[in-house]
């Protein structure tokens, strides 16, 4: 979903994993990240707060999103992601129905 939003350039608020922050949500560039229910309303307010007057934060956010779905194509993503783990199984380590 996240690829969704920054293809429609719409700003990411995320639950703050380690690979979210690492691979696709870079925080206060195309979205925002949050532990808790508190940051989150924070993170909230500071978009949605001089609606509909977009804030410069909002059209930072909006612009790092697109760049972001713009830098990686579908098939990019598969190619570096993916395909590298599907190809690294071994017969031995499928299990077999």
Known sequence: KVVDMFAAGIPVL??????IE????HAN?????????EELSHQ???????H???TAFY???????MAEFERKSWEQEWMFNAMPMLLGL???DRVDT
């Open 14 to 19: 995320a639950y703050q994993y380690e690979c």
């Open 22 to 25: 690492k691979e696709l949500v």
């Open 29 to 37: 560039q195309n979205g925002c990240l949050f532990k808790n229910a």
């Open 44 to 50: 909230l307010q500071r978009l949605l707060c001089y």
């Open 52 to 54: 509909p007057q977009k």
């Open 59 to 65: 059209w930072t956010l909006k612009e790092g999103a």
């Open 90 to 92: 071994k017969c031995a």
